[in-house]
């Protein structure tokens, strides 16, 4: 062994391998908590330097927050001194104007204070007046004004010091900090399925029979993390919704009430499932405010479950149960749970699992069944212009529509024509012409208009407003003009090649006129 030893280090161990015996898990260690159990935050300030002056500009802040062993010593020792300065400036009077060498008053002798000899009459006489007990043997003359100035500065200073400890003595005792004892948190959390969903709860009660006005709870988790940025985040705050857009959070805290936390996409626990919460390090804390009824004083209880104390897969028992004439809370149950059926899949998982069994099925488009230019086809004759933007977007309705075999045919003669449309070309007068310049009672233009030589061919006609009949016709219409002038399907400005410098020369004379008036 002493060989192995000097062969593989001091740390090297034997390991007994005997199947008899059992081994058990490491206890995990007990990390430190952020709020402990009983709502204390277990936070220490240290090294303030010069910033501990600002705890003396609040001083009496600073005495209400300090331990009841620290405020009972401060309000004995404030008092004690007190006393023993104003008894031993009583004392300072009297030696001043020598009454202490008068052993005893006759009546010819006025001191300034009647019966004091010493420092213990002195102080026995600042106790009476300060205490306003006035026995009568001892009591301040007319013949000693600086006693008088200095019985007005000790009723003044009495005042102020009976205002500040006495007020602070309340103002501790009044405090709602032991209200928040009989205020209950349930020893563990809980996560499991509620109408259909996962969420993460916990219980809260209320002892006594005097309500919280106004109760209102929440939740934060406190977890550390890091940015994208690469900035570490120590003990970051995240909320946890727990019914705030509903209402939820404000509490009729007359029973044990369960808190839920509905996990979903925005939840900080939508990717936790039971076997990485194993592996998880947070904390939640839980607020819970309301006024006390009897005081009207706002009061905050808070406790904290770690990833230890979350339980998967369990739920609470119920506690409330009907009696004669009233419901009974049976406070023995209140921390204990039972398991239950809970799929060990975080809700990320679970939806990913959803939409790969179950994928949403794809849109189809209906069918049309209305012929190829709309309801108006058959109602007769329509004697009106369009633009061009209106026909392109008729004409994709209309190809859509359109049998796959017409739209082959149709697609290679239309395309040189719209290329034409939409650039504009120019007449060799360079101007344009448009259907727009005619009357809107043309319709059709015969070929005859245009120069043979030009178009190649002499009996061919050009439709331009108004189609009228089925979608078969408007095909065959289409089949008969050449390449470079196709069937316009729906109204549209057309730019058509003329021979003259002007269009109106090459209309007949009646037609020329009539734009002329126009």
Known sequence: MSAIRRKFGEDYQVVNTNRGMTFSAPVKRKRQRFVEKNGRCNVQHGNLGGETSRYISDLFTTLVDLKWRWNLLIFILTYTVAWLVMAS????IAYIRGDLSHGGHDSSYTPCVANVYNFPSAFLFFIETEATIGYGYRYITEKCPEGIILFLFQSLLGSIVDAFLIGCMFIKMSQPKKRAETLMFSQDAVISQRDGKLCLMFRVGNLRNSHMVSAQIRCKLIKSRQTPEGEFLPLDQCE?????????????????????????????????SQRSLMNEQFEIVVILEGIVETTGMTCQARTSYTEDEVLWGHRFLPVMSLEEGFFRVDYSQFHNTFEVPTPPYSVKEQEEKTSLTSPNPLPVAPTPTSPLLGNGGRGGRRERLLSADFADHVEDQSSSRLPSKLQRMSSTKEEHLWRGLKTGVALPGG???????????????????????????????????????????????????????????????????????RPEDNLPPKLRRMNADR
Do not use: Y
């Open 89 to 92: 400036m009583w004392w300072v």
């Open 240 to 272: 946890l919704d727990v019914g705030f857009g509903t209402g939820a959070d404000q509490l009729f805290l007359v029973s044990p009430l369960t808190i839920c936390h509905e996990i979903n996409t925005k939840s900080p626990f939508f990717d936790l």
């Open 431 to 501: 101007k344009a012409s448009s259907t727009g310049d005619l009357p809107l009672s043309i319709q059709r233009l015969r070929s005859s208009s245009i120069p043979a030589a030009r178009l190649g061919q002499t009996e061919e006609q050009v439709q331009l407003l108004s189609i009228d009949g089925d979608a078969e016709e408007g095909e065959l219409e289409k089949d008969r003009l050449p390449a470079a002038i196709s069937t316009v399907t729906a109204p549209t400005s057309v730019q058509i090649p003329l021979v003259g410098g």
